[in-house]
């Protein structure tokens, strides 16, 4: 489907002729009809001969609603600029061509219109000035064709032209719905409608859908285009959508309505921008401007990147800050204006919609631009992510457009890009593969430099070393996991250590540690304290951790034979005389109640034994 908007000097007959070739007025207020001038965007829809419909979007001409035309041209596919022969190329003709020259909208066709006021000769040089004028734009080359909505003259070879340049709609139904809103209204006994063309994505009745930037939510009650009830719309189509839910105080032209969660508003954008070829000054850094893109607008602060000003017809890359939240995606158009003199200075194409603040002159920071501008999508990814680091999937999306989904989800298939799933919300990370090799290499020497540090301990807790990942902390638990299956971190339950360190104890304090070792043996079921036996802690541990000892509680610790052996005579003694009591056990191993007692419990929590009362039962 196809949005066609009108363009030219107020007063070229642009309303009239919407209402010639489509028996519809376009002029709905009072006011626009008692003064005989468009002040707002105006709506008709048209039937062409090889029987497609397509929507017509009648803007104002007079300078004071530039706006309102901006908010029109926003959404077209093609444009019908009107210039009137009897006053031939007017300002706003040609402010209008700039416009559409920035936005790039080339399928376009130019309504020399009254023609019945003007002779042969004049209709000429009327005729050759427009080509002229035409030339270096995006509109040369175009059709120019000489109609009279007074007489009908040339009516029908417009259509007929309209209908041969609308070819191929760049606009796709698989993307995520966005609506630029362009009209807000009440009809008794439904309630709040809005009105826009759906840029991409389908929208269906009683889908819940999010008006950005409040992020108020609502559901689609109702859908019409061109007047008639529809269950759901696809791409490039005028429609009005019924919410319920919201009210109409809450929403606003320039608001966009969307599917929730899949847009952010954002202050700060990173652009390409052209200048205007016939400025008289160029545009440069830190310049003021008004910001237009599809139906919202916003004051711009410009920082040009790399450059301090861009001549007239010349272009650069920018950061914009903008004053109020938009909600933009990779490759929408915009229009910058200057507020006085009121002038369209430049446009250009939106490159990154959530960047961060760049330094101006740095390098890397243009090389990105370059490749957002016109790289391929998996040098655009491969850039973003590697200036940014890992990122959430919804947010790389939202970050390049939502067009390019398969090719992301084709780079992870083929392992160029690393996805990591949370496990909740079917969020994941991904990341380039060269990143995450450095994290592989990262935790590798991390962990080495902790086992020395720390040659007593068996390893990392789990919770320390999250936190050392370079990664957003509601994936740190799936980056864990990653690494422990692909074999780069050794899992030890609360800790883990490198794949190749085993716990040993250290040379120097070898001497002590056979001492321990040999005075709690010598124990036997009755071992000494730590404290009786002067032992450190911390190699106490160790001795645990390399399964030489048992630590039963805080003051006993057995030696790992005695203890396997005292735990097969318990088991054994249980076979044969049925469950055990404490004393049982203390005459069985020959000690006193408060090493069996400590053993039992210890056996218990080690889901050997099972306590029954006064008895122990096998597990
Ligand atoms: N003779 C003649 N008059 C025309 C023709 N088309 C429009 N007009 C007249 O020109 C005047 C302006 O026409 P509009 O259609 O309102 O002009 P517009 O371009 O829509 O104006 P804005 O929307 O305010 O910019 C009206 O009085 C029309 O009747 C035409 O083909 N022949």
């Not at 003064?35 to 104002?60: N, Y």
């Not at 009209?183 to 009683?206: A, D, M, P, Q, Y």
């Not at 084709?410 to 799933?421: E, K, T």
């Not at 079921?525 to 039963?552: C, F, H, N, W, Y």
Request: charged content about 25%; proline content about 5%.
């Amino acid at each position: 489907m196809f949005v066609i908007g009108t363009a030219g000097h107020v007063d070229h007959g642009k309303s009239t002729l919407v209402k010639a070739l489509t028996g519809i007025d376009p002029d709905r207020l009072q006011e626009e009809k008692a003064r005989e001038m468009t002040i707002d965007l105006g709506f008709a829809w048209l039937k062409l001969p090889s029987g497609r419909e397509v929507s017509i979007v009648d803007v104002p001409g007079h300078e004071r609603f530039i706006k309102n035309m901006l908010a029109g041209v926003g959404g077209i596919d093609a444009a019908i600029l009107v210039i009137a022969a009897d006053e031939g190329v007017m300002p706003q003709t040609k402010e209008h061509l700039a416009i559409l020259d920035l936005l790039e909208i080339s399928k376009a066709v130019v309504a020399l219109t009254k023609v019945d006021l003007v002779d042969e000769e004049w209709l000429s040089l009327v005729y050759e000035d427009v080509f002229q004028l035409l030339k270096g734009t995006v509109l040369e080359g175009s059709p120019i064709v000489c109609v009279s909505s007074r007489t009908g003259k040339g009516l029908g070879d417009l259509v007929k032209i309209l209908d041969s340049i609308l070819v191929d709609s760049p606009r796709s139904v698989k993307g995520v719905p966005r609506l630029p809103i362009d009209r807000v209204f009440t009809i008794k006994g439904f309630g709040t409608v809005v009105t826009g063309t759906l840029i991409e994505g389908s929208l269906i009745l009683g889908q819940e859908v999010e008006i950005l930037p409040t992020g108020k939510r609502a559901r689609i009650r109702g859908l019409q285009s061109h007047k008639n009830q529809i269950s759901s719309v696809g791409p490039g189509r005028r429609v009005a959508v019924n919410l319920s839910g919201v009210d109409v105080s809450d929403i606003q032209r320039g608001d966009v309505l969307v599917t929730p969660g899949k847009f952010r508003p954002t202050k700060r954008i990173d652009v390409y921008v052209r200048a205007v070829s016939d400025l008289d000054d160029p545009i440069t850094h830190a310049d003021k401007l008004e910001f237009f893109s599809g139906t919202t607008q916003s004051q711009a602060i410009l920082s040009l990147l790399g450059i301090d000003t861009i001549d007239p017809g010349s272009s650069g890359y920018a950061q914009l800050r903008l004053s109020d939240p938009v909600v933009v995606s990779p490759g929408d158009y915009f229009i910058l204006r200057k507020a006085s003199p009121s002038v369209t200075v430049g446009g250009g194409i939106v490159l990154s919609p959530y960047p961060r603040r760049h330094k101006r002159s740095d390098s890397a920071i243009l090389q990105l631009m370059n490749i957002l501008h016109r790289g391929s999508i998996n040098d655009k990814v491969v850039s973003i992510l590697s200036l940014y680091g890992p990122m959430p999937l919804n947010d790389l999306l939202m970050s390049l457009g939502y067009a390019h989904e398969d090719d992301i989800r084709g780079m992870i298939a083929n392992s160029q890009l690393i996805s990591i799933s949370s496990g909740y919300n079917s969020d994941s990370l991904v990341m380039t593969r060269e990143f995450w090799d450095s994290i592989e290499q990262g935790v590798t020497i991390e962990l080495h430099e902790y086992h020395s540090n720390f040659p007593l301990r068996k390893g990392m807790p789990k919770e320390e070393f999250r936190k050392k990942l370079p990664v957003p902390l509601r994936f740190t638990s799936a980056v864990l996991h990653k690494l422990i299956e692909d074999n780069i971190i050794k899992d030890l339950g609360d800790s883990v250590s490198a794949t190749d360190w085993r716990l040993e104890v250290p040379a120097y304090l070898k001497y002590k540690a056979d001492r321990i070792l040999e005075s709690i043996r010598a124990g036997g079921s009755s071992p000494p304290s730590p404290t009786e036996i002067d032992a450190d802690r911390e190699l106490l541990q160790a001795l645990v951790d390399m399964g030489k000892l048992v630590k039963v509680d805080d003051d006993i610790y057995f030696s790992i034979d005695v203890y396997e052996d005292m735990v097969d005579k318990i088991l054994a003694d249980i076979d044969k005389s049925g469950p055990i009591t404490v004393a049982r056990a203390r005459d069985l191993l020959g000690t006193s109640r408060k090493y069996v007692l400590a053993l039992l419990e210890y056996m218990d929590e080690q889901r050997i034994t099972r306590r029954s009362g006064d008895y122990r039962v096998r597990r």
